[in-house]
């Protein structure tokens, strides 16, 4: 798309009319005038069903896609991906209660993470909701609240090894995710003697890698373990689940994900499964791949200054509703995500200005130094790759602004 700065990129395709940036079909103009005077998360329902029925199909028919939920928990956008996806991957009780809600089959939801509560084991014990197991104490207390025995766990397993290049890794070393790899035959021994159903593995190695090789070799080597380990089962596992880390390009330099030979890796890991445990489904669970690219996140010029010759766009959004495109939500060095004045795009008339939100911070910015559409007070401001992360990874009552609006279109 023209007007985006050309380091990024290219966004999803979002369609442009009369310079005028659409979503679900509408001017962001027409949907800005609609929602009163707060900015607002715009989410292109035809964006998620075209990547999610694109990377269906180059994926080996026999596994399963899982939507892990907390990219984005809207209800709206679970129940439009439910329908599109084989289960959900939950991480809380307030996640659970929506993903019940969606309508998908509870046999095929996981609800996996640290320090789950009392009440949470128990709403997944009751909905038939399998629990990724993340420590020993946690198997214990799930035995104790799985009176009849009807709890469904699977062990997460902390590898030995990482998923290399990864924004976020999370496997391999201490880590408080997951049981560590070497202590797994022993808590499978224990496991067998507690009133629980096992059901498989769950091995999560990281997040956000835009590298296809660093994706297969952690793929590859995160089912070996699980074979290896279902040996120490008291059944044979049900699944096996290889995590994701599937990236979206956020800063200038990234390359979209190409998913050619990750899903060529995984057809052959589906059939070395099957031949090992015949029946025994795979699954991979992504969260940002599926929702990231999407979705935009609109605020507007309130103000506009020069300051010592730097131009500064202030708008209504910043910070407190977007951490992660302020760079503050695990950059080390903050980088722009892709910017653009939304009812300008394409404009030739630029200039070179920062985006900043109404908080007293310096940390408050959407977009420093970056070469935009000259824009004025009442002008709209996009920040793209905004889909996943955004609205509930925000601090919203920080300086007590009002909160942003989500739509689904
Ligand atoms: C266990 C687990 N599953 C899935 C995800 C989703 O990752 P992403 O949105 O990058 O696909 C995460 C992210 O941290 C996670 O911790």
Redesign the pocket.
Known sequence: MSGIPDLHTEVAPFEVRDGCLCVGGKTVVEIMSGVGSVPAYLYDANIIRDRIETLRKSLPDAMSLHY?M??NPMPEVVNLVARLVDGL?IASGGELEVAVKSGCDPKAMSL??PGKKDWELKAAIDAGITINVESPNELERIGALSTDGSANVALRVNPDFELKSSG?R?SGGPKP?GIDSEMIPDVLKRLGELPVHFRGFHV?TG??NLRPESICDAQVKSLELALDLSKHAPSPPEFVNI?????IPYFPGDEPLDISSICENLGQLSAKLESAHPGCELVI?????LVGEAGVYVSRVIDKKVSRGHTYLVTDGGLHHHLSASGNFGQVIRKNYPVAVANKIGSADTELASVVGPLCTPLDLLGSKMELARADVGDLIAVFQSG??GYTASPHLFLSHPPPLQLLL
Do not use: I
């Open positions: 892990a907390k990219a991957d996996a993470g976020m999370m995710f999560f997040a956000q995590g994701g880390g599937f990236g669970e992504l969260g940002r791949y996943a992360y």
